[in-house]
């Protein structure tokens, strides 16, 4: 099994996921303010959407380099 091959798979595997998904979700820790000894700080929780034509294209070209990626001349 070549590289292309295994890049092609990994590909095919997480266009899938990303297509079961659909979101993912990420805390970001922001710093608002000190005040002497006290530090203010908020989490906030983002959600990031991603979109199907990527998820789509993402397996397309993983399964192109799984079909093409065998072939040796």
């Known amino acids: 099994m070549n590289a ?3 890049i092609g ?3 095919l ?3 899938a996921i990303a297509l079961a998904m659909g ?3 990420y805390t970001k820790e922001t710093h608002k303010g000190q005040l002497g000894p006290i530090e203010l700080s908020v ?3 983002r959600d990031v959407a991603i979109p199907t034509w990527a998820a789509v ?3 397309v070209v ?3 380099l799984v079909a093409v990626g065998g072939k040796r001349r």
């Open 23 to 25: 979101t993912f979700s």
């Open 57 to 59: 294209a993402v397996i």
């Open 62 to 64: 993983g399964g192109a």
């Open 4 to 6: 292309s091959r295994i």
């Open 43 to 45: 989490d906030e929780k």
């Open 9 to 11: 798979i990994v590909l």
């Open 13 to 15: 595997v997480a266009g």
